[in-house]
């Protein structure tokens, strides 16, 4: 199985039946993002572990059978270690119940349809499923990763972004332009597990 990672970043100045949603892993999520925010310089430690368990493209988790294939191996990680060592502090966003309705609607419907991406076919687009839930301010960006059962894993994927060429999870995550963000994770027919985060300046439900 290899890891998929989508994004979208919108700056408008602006296997089974999907399981019931992990709650949990959401709050998990975002508190490991939070993490990588405040402390990025000790966050590069964790992917220098990570580092280390590949061979070629492929690494293997510890106390996993599976080999995860990915598209630059050690480079992207490198350049991710390279990337935490300069960034600043930033302040840990603020959870947001609308933002977490919004990207659970599109968790639950490709727990459903096994679809990847940002476009559901019934819960529509990222900015679609936002405003259903309330109003934003300033900005709004969404990440989605797919295949990771735990936030450390998940969090770290996106922040390598191996294969994204913009590195566009990455930018989300370190955004200057958001302060809150809501995260939806569940089951994934294709890869298992799945996260969706929208971010946001600010969210008025």
Not at 161 to 190: E, L, M, S, W, Y
Request: proline share 4%; net charge positive.
């Amino acid at each position: 199985m290899r890891f998929l990672c989508v994004s979208i970043c919108v700056l408008l100045a602006l296997a089974a039946p999907a399981a019931a949603l992990d709650q949990n892993l959401a709050r998990q999520v975002l508190a490991e993002i939070n993490l990588a925010r405040s402390e990025p310089r000790s966050y590069a430690g964790f992917l220098r572990e990570f580092r280390g368990l590949f061979r070629g493209n492929y690494y293997q988790l510890p106390g996993s059978s599976v080999r995860m294939q990915t598209s630059e191996g050690v480079k992207a990680v490198n350049q991710a270690i390279r990337f935490l060592e300069r960034q600043k502090k930033l302040p840990p966003l603020g959870w947001s119940d609308g933002l977490a309705e919004a990207a659970a609607e599109l968790s639950k419907e490709q727990g459903r349809t096994g679809d990847t991406g940002h476009d559901g076919r019934q819960s529509g687009g990222m900015r679609e499923r936002i405003e259903k839930q309330g109003r934003w301010e300033k900005s709004i960006a969404e990440n989605i990763a797919y295949g990771p059962a735990d936030a450390r894993s998940m969090v770290m994927q996106l922040i390598v972004d191996d294969g994204v060429p913009d590195r566009g999870h990455r930018k989300n995550t370190f955004g200057t332009a958001f302060n809150v963000a809501g995260v939806a994770c569940g089951a994934h027919p294709q890869y298992g597990s799945m996260c969706v985060i929208d971010f946001a300046g600010g969210f008025r439900e």
